[in-house]
């Protein structure tokens, strides 16, 4: 393969000492910017589901409360169907592309497993 684009041998060169010795000397590459480690929570939330360093769902379940008769409803945060509420048949959330819209004046909470 002849030449390479990284010098004459592609690895590190080392200089001899004033003893005559050869040392160790550091490449020329510069230090990571980021900890890879102890990635950063908010880009860990912002990366795709399948690049984060633990892999991990977007979605979720979540109890939602009628506005109307207070009960709680368990619905997929990315419902495909509108969701209606079991006593009052009041609309719960809607389905959009993603994530559900929820109706205004709905509260959720995420379940917990």
């Given at each position: 393969f002849g030449s390479s684009h990284f010098g004459s041998s592609g690895k590190c060169e080392?200089?001899?000492d004033?003893?005559?010795t050869r040392s160790?000397?550091?490449?020329?590459r510069a230090a990571m910017d980021i900890d890879l480690?102890?990635?950063d929570v908010k880009e860990e939330r912002a990366k795709h589901?399948?690049?984060r360093m633990i892999q991990s769902p977007n979605?979720?379940?979540m109890d939602v409360k009628c506005p109307g008769?207070?009960?709680i409803t368990t619905v997929y945060?990315?419902?495909q169907t509108v969701v209606l509420c079991g006593n009052c048949n009041v609309m719960l959330c809607q389905p959009t592309g993603g994530l559900a819209r929820l109706t205004e004046g709905c509260s959720f909470r995420r379940k917990v497993e």
């Open positions: 080392s200089a001899p004033s003893n005559g160790r000397r550091r490449c020329g480690l102890n990635p589901k399948l690049k979605s979720f379940f008769c207070l009960q945060s990315h419902a």
